[in-house]
């Protein structure tokens, strides 16, 4: 079966410190792969997106990036944090693009002081 | 740009009830997800839904979907305490060769009172 792992579970960050979240996938081969940021209170705003290694989309402008350094691993980094940058990010695959859902990892919960 | 409208945000129920949570969405999909989160938890997947007409069922939640009107309902039939959560739906607008992501809901934080 497929499992998704994410990590650390919790950050604490002070701003302009940098940042470096990953993901893997386990079970299943060429997944795309989705960040999303929930902030406290709301949905899910998806942030990055992969359907291959190397491959990149972004969907908002922010001081974020990502990575896919290997077919299963999603990398969420950034140079300098931002009070903003605070919120609950979730890491979720799929293969099958026609009949999804995403499945989601627990989720990395940020605070940035 | 899409947008995916969910309502009510917040509802307070008592058990034994039954409601219904309303999504909206403004652009043409066939394609529509929800699911649900526990407080500081992440998402699980209640439903997936594919076609204009489709009914899914899992114990007292059912979710359907029509394309038309561009509205997904997930009803809620004898509320118990444990279906207390925020329910989110998402939609899906991905075309051609790419895997483009979800679009969410604000979500429908809903207390089921004993």
């Known amino acids: 079966s497929q499992t998704i792992h994410q990590w650390p579970a919790t950050l604490v960050q002070p701003v302009g410190s940098p940042l470096s979240l990953e993901c893997t996938v386990e079970?299943?081969?060429?997944?795309?792969l989705y960040w999303y940021r929930q902030a406290a209170g709301r949905g899910l705003q998806l942030l990055f997106y992969?359907?291959?290694?190397?491959?990149i989309s972004s969907e908002v402008p922010q001081n974020l990036s990502a990575s896919r350094p290997q077919d299963r691993q999603f990398i969420l980094s950034s140079k300098k944090l931002l009070l903003s940058d605070s919120g609950f990010y979730l890491c979720?695959?799929?293969?099958?693009?026609?009949?999804?859902?995403?499945?989601f990892g627990d989720g990395t919960r940020l605070s940035i002081l | 740009e899409l947008k995916v409208e969910q309502n009510p945000l917040f509802l307070s129920m008592q058990e034994g009830k039954n409601y219904t949570i309303y999504c909206n969405y403004s652009?043409?999909?066939?394609?529509l997800y929800w699911y649900r989160q526990d407080p500081g938890k992440s998402l699980e997947s209640l439903f997936v839904?594919?076609?204009?007409?489709a009914v899914k069922q899992e114990g007292r939640l059912m979710a359907s979907l029509d394309t038309k009107a561009r509205l997904s309902t997930l009803h809620i039939t004898a509320a118990v305490h444990d279906l207390s959560a925020t329910y989110f739906c998402?939609?899906?607008?991905?075309?051609?060769?790419?895997?483009?992501?979800?679009?969410f809901g604000k979500g429908t934080h809903l207390i089921i009172q004993p």
């Open positions: 979720a695959w799929s293969v099958d693009r026609e009949i999804r859902p995403q499945h």
């Open positions: 079970g299943t081969s060429n997944p795309n």
């Open positions: 992969s359907v291959g290694i190397g491959q």
């Open positions: 652009t043409t999909s066939d394609r």
């Open positions: 839904l594919l076609s204009n007409g």
């Open positions: 998402a939609v899906d607008i991905s075309t051609g060769g790419g895997a483009d992501g979800l679009t």
